[in-house]
């Protein structure tokens, strides 16, 4: 991991787990070994950020120099902490560690008062465990396939039980109450597709770029939509 990339999984861990940490949490969160850790700390005591403690103590963040002060009214507080904690009945365990990362970043900027309402909220999610079929794909793969608009090969078992193997362009992904769907544009069929990411077997890098054309694909796709449902369809 390069040394930014963990000096920032550091920070964001000690704002996110209730202070003080011990230096064992804080080694086992960040994935590093504690000789590691006491040189993190170390660096980023050096850069500036005020964090009290020491070894066999725990270790407080009392001033983050990197964010600066915000403000959000009570509602806008319980409208942040509700839609973070609806990622975890997403069943995308890096997007909702994502999600406390981010919050936790935004929660150390607010004041005194406003950070004790967020520790407070009274909206929740949730959502029956057994709603959604388990995804066992790489999503980061995914995702970094449709940032960086290259294509991926999938073996893909449609809910008629045929299975074929094609090549797509992963364009987005859309979370439903009861699916993960993957929008391709398909190789195969030459026209937009949607793929349930439970039903995807197999999944590898395909290789081929289609940069810049994600942009516009989409684009067409909810063009098709929207004149679909003004016709009274709606349906692929």
């Known amino acids: 991991m390069a040394r930014q990339d963990r000096l920032m999984r550091l920070m964001d861990v000690l704002r996110r787990l209730p202070a003080p940490v011990t230096a064992e949490r804080l080694a086992a969160e960040t994935e590093i070994s504690r000789r590691q850790l006491y040189r993190d700390i170390a660096t980023l005591r050096a850069g500036g950020v005020l964090i009290d403690g020491e070894a066999g103590y725990g270790y407080t ?5 990197a964010l600066p002060p915000q403000s959000f009214s009570r509602i806008e507080i319980e409208a942040l902490m509700l839609g973070i904690g609806s990622l ?9 560690r994502a999600g406390r990362d ?10 005194d008062g406003q950070a004790r309402q967020a520790m407070h909220t009274i909206l929740r999610s949730w959502r029956p465990s ?8 790489d999503m980061d793969l995914v995702r970094r396939s449709c940032w960086e608009e290259t294509s991926l090969w999938i073996s893909y078992c449609d809910l008629s039980e045929r299975r074929t193997e094609r090549e797509i362009w992963p364009l987005g992904l859309s979370y439903g109450p009861n699916a993960l769907i993957l929008l391709g544009f398909c190789q195969l069929r030459q026209d937009y597709r949607l793929f349930h990411a439970a039903r995807i077997e197999k999944m590898r890098p395909g290789g081929t770029s289609f ?8 684009r067409g796709y909810l063009l098709r939509r929207s004149m679909q449902h003004k016709e009274g369809g709606g349906r692929d």
């Open 211 to 218: 940069r810049p054309r994600r942009v516009d694909l989409l």
């Open 130 to 137: 057994d709603s959604r079929p388990v995804v066992n794909l």
């Open 88 to 96: 975890d009945a997403l069943g995308d365990a890096d997007l909702a």
């Open 102 to 111: 981010a919050i936790a970043r935004i929660i150390a900027t607010l004041p």
């Open 61 to 65: 963040l009392t001033e983050d120099p």
